[in-house]
């Protein structure tokens, strides 16, 4: 497995574009990999997972996940600094991830982030199909990644803050304390609506497809290395297509 950075250059009218289609920059991303098919990525092959960070208006950041190490040229000749790099610098970094993934240990404690694509499943009436959709609420989103069942499952939990730190609205008891920001080291922001067609074929409203993406940052303990790794390196949830499901750690800020 390999984890790679690119920094895209957003006064490029290239990376512009590929910012605004998750398709074109998901085409651009599995186009990384001479070995694989355009059938391929999918649940029958390899798992390529990939994330845009968005720390500033001119620092966009391409993290990618992969079994294989990408070769990321064309979109350096694309949305990056062709001029700027070497053979020897290329103009994005890929370092082996299975070192850090082998050294993963049940307690171990880590900051984190993930753009994660949050839904729940509604039934109108009954006799009804159920509908996916979207959790709209910054409360909603945070218990949609606070669910036990999914901690569980992705071998982690997520920290309480320290008691000092927690903030209870007047008069509620730590019996029964609010689960959200107030109670956890967890914050969700940056929501996004991706709104596009499924094909450039059809321009018709009812073939549009819309995802609404968030970021959590948060600090968590692994419960379950194994389950981790596999969280790690196959991702959360649904829209992985279009950026969403990728999980990065670091270590926890100090001071």
Known sequence: MHLTRFRLNTARPGARRLLASPQSLHAAVMASFPHLLP????????????????????????????PERPDLTHLVEQAGWPAAHSPETPGWNTRPYAPFLDRLTQGDTFAFRLTANPVHYIRRKDGEPTKVTAHLTPSHQMDWLLKPERQERAGFRIN?????????????????????????????????????????STRSARDQVKVVTVTYDGHLTVTDPQALRRTLTQGIGRAKAYGCGLMTLAPVPTG
Do not use: C, M, N
């Open 39 to 66: 059938a391929d990525g999918t649940a029958q092959g390899p798992r390529v997972l990939w994330r845009l960070d968005h720390h500033a208006r001119a620092e966009v950041l391409l993290y990618i996940v992969s």
């Open 160 to 200: 309480e803050k320290p008691h000092g730190q927690q903030i209870l609205p007047a008069g509620l008891t730590h019996q029964r304390r609010p689960h959200h920001g107030d109670r956890y080291t967890l914050t969700v922001r940056d929501e996004r609506t991706l709104s596009f067609a499924k094909s450039r």
